[in-house]
């Protein structure tokens, strides 16, 4: 972290390489964000060089947080999501740590980057207790705090759920293929978030993802008894979590 209380934070997803210096006294970015297409294929090798020309173009020289759609084991890739198999079983932490110059690198899984940015500075900031972040798109990513501190790599879309896995159920892709309405949709939505309720007991449940942005017409149709909140950060949740982490010192 810098002196001023900065950090720089990266989220890679299956389109872009996206990049900001972050303000960690209020969670918002301290500059433009950058962003540079994803390479295709996105290979490990490629990928890398993608996130040292956003760096490059921040002017930022200090450590860099990173996020990837996949399981991260001591900076081990351990799934791949919308990106390339052959990042399974690669280094990912000392990859980019070589690619920008040997510099200090935290690698976390996106959920988690974006569970830590809503916990803090968005809409969980002033909850205790048990933070659950849930995104629904193509499948459901999740990602797990207590009082602030991550436990990573929570995989509770592959939960099972009458006999189907959650995100088979109530990802927001499950809506679009079928034609549900919002009301069957909430309705698939509520037996996921009952299951977890009665096996976590969380404090609040974060939706995320871009169907979050329509909160309005199904969050106040869900039946569970947890309280369901929309994500505040949108875009920028995955970059600001990714600052944080590197500035924490938080390394799955």
């Known amino acids: 972290m810098s002196a001023r209380g900065h950090a720089f934070g990266i989220d890679?997803?299956?389109?872009?390489?996206?990049?900001?210096?972050?303000?960690?006294?209020?969670?918002?970015?301290?500059?433009?964000?950058?962003?540079?297409?994803?390479?295709?294929?996105?290979?490990?090798?490629?990928?890398?060089?993608?996130?040292?020309?956003?760096?490059?173009?921040?002017?930022?020289?200090?450590?860099?947080?990173?996020?990837?759609?996949?399981?991260?084991?001591?900076?081990?890739?351990?799934?791949?999501?919308?990106?390339?198999?052959?990042?399974?079983?690669?280094?990912?932490?000392?990859?980019?740590?070589?690619?920008?110059g040997g510099r200090e690198v935290t690698v976390l899984n996106d959920a988690d980057a974006a569970g830590l940015a809503e916990d803090r500075y968005g809409a969980a900031k002033d909850l205790t207790g048990l933070v659950m972040l849930l995104t629904f798109g193509t499948g459901i990513g999740s990602a797990v705090m207590y009082n602030g501190v991550l436990m990573p790599n929570s995989e509770l879309g592959h939960l099972e759920v009458g006999g189907r896995e959650a995100e088979h159920l109530a990802a927001a892709s499950i809506k679009d293929r079928e034609g549900l309405s919002y009301a069957e949709w909430a309705a698939e939505v509520s037996k996921v978030l009952v299951t977890l309720e009665n096996l976590f007991w969380p404090t609040v449940f974060v939706a995320g993802g871009g169907i979050s942005r329509d909160y309005a017409e199904w969050i106040p149709?869900?039946?569970?008894?947890?309280?369901?909140?929309?994500?505040?950060?949108?875009?920028?949740?995955?970059?600001?979590?990714?600052?944080m982490a590197v500035s924490a010192g938080i390394a799955p």
Do not use: C
């Not at 433009?32 to 890398?48: D, F, G, L, M, Y």
């Not at 869900?222 to 600052?243: C, F, H, S, Y």
């Open 12 to 100: 890679i997803g299956g389109s872009g390489v996206k990049g900001a210096e972050v303000d960690l006294t209020t969670g918002e970015l301290a500059q433009e964000r950058i962003k540079v297409p994803t390479p295709q294929p996105s290979t490990p090798n490629a990928v890398a060089e993608a996130v040292a020309k956003v760096v490059a173009q921040s002017g930022w020289d200090g450590p860099v947080g990173i996020t990837m759609p996949s399981v991260i084991i001591g900076g081990v890739v351990r799934t791949a999501a919308n990106i390339d198999k052959s990042w399974i079983g690669t280094d990912a932490r000392s990859l980019f740590s070589l690619a920008l």
């Open 221 to 243: 149709l869900l039946t569970n008894r947890t309280p369901v909140v929309a994500a505040d950060l949108k875009n920028t949740a995955g970059i600001v979590g990714a600052a």
